[in-house]
Nanobody, 120 residues
C-alpha cells in the first residue's frame, strides 16, 4: 500500500525557517512527480512546488520562489521542503502529494498533512 507521511511542521516567527519531510512507502518516490500543496483556513488548495521524476528538476509557485527549496533523498525515499524567510501568509496545512502536476493541484495521493503556522 502506498503511503505518504509528512512531518516537520510547527509554529515559527516571521523570518524563521522550517524543514518539512515526507516519508514515502509502497512505491519508489523518484519515479513519480512529487511535490507539496498547501491549504490555508478558508482558502482553496494551492500548489507550492513539484520536483520532477528522474532528473529531479524543481518547480516553484511565484509566492515561494527564492524562499522554499524542494529536494529528494532517493536513498531514504523521502521528500523535503525547506522553508526559509517565512511569512504569516505561509500559514497553512502542507500536504505531500504523489503524481503532482507542475503548476497545478492535481495529484493521485496525498498525506495527512503537517501544519505550518507563522506568527507576525
Amino acid at each position: 500500500e502506498m503511503q505518504l507521511e509528512e512531518s516537520g511542521g510547527g509554529l515559527v516567527q516571521a523570518g524563521g525557517s522550517l524543514r518539512l519531510s515526507c516519508a514515502a512507502s509502497g512505491f519508489i518516490l523518484s519515479r513519480s512527480h512529487m511535490g507539496w500543496v498547501r491549504q490555508a483556513p478558508g482558502k482553496t488548495l494551492e500548489w507550492v512546488s513539484t520536483i520532477s521524476s528522474g532528473s529531479g528538476t524543481p518547480f516553484y509557485a511565484d509566492a515561494v520562489k527564492g524562499r522554499f527549496t524542494i529536494s529528494r533523498d532517493d536513498a531514504e525515499n523521502t521528500l523535503h521542503l525547506q522553508l526559509n524567510s517565512l511569512k504569516p501568509e505561509d500559514t497553512a496545512m502542507y500536504f505531500c502529494a504523489k503524481d503532482l502536476a507542475i503548476y497545478g493541484t492535481k495529484f493521485t495521493k496525498r498525506g495527512q498533512g503537517t501544519q505550518v503556522t507563522v506568527s507576525s
